[in-house]
């Protein structure tokens, strides 16, 4: 039988490393506590997702990315950095190119805004 007597002891342990783990304060609009940049790419050639996933893994090698989500109908890539973290449009478009794409278009958005 299940005591839940034992457990309760461990609880306020439990409640803290739940809190801690949370990935990032939110505020009440739904917005990002930590503002992030991203960069809209226009991308030549995304034809499927498996193609969409060698993109995103060569984003994800990347120092402070933190996701890339990929419109493979659209062909636009947007890539969200860490605050400070900043990418020229040449390096963006090598590492579009090394992923086997081209670069057609580059635009960066300020932080604040959701991923």
Known sequence: MFRFKSWMPLFPALLLITALALPMPVRADGSNAYPMNSYVLQVNGLACPY?????????????????TDIDIVKGVAVVHVRPGTRFTD??????????GFALRRVVHRPGGGRP
Not at 56 to 61: G, H, L, N
Not at 93 to 98: N, S
């Open 51 to 67: 193609c969409a996933y060698g993109l995103e893994k060569q984003f994800a090698r990347q120092h402070g990315v933190i996701k």
């Open 90 to 99: 040449a390096q963006l478009k090598g590492f579009v190119y090394d992923a």
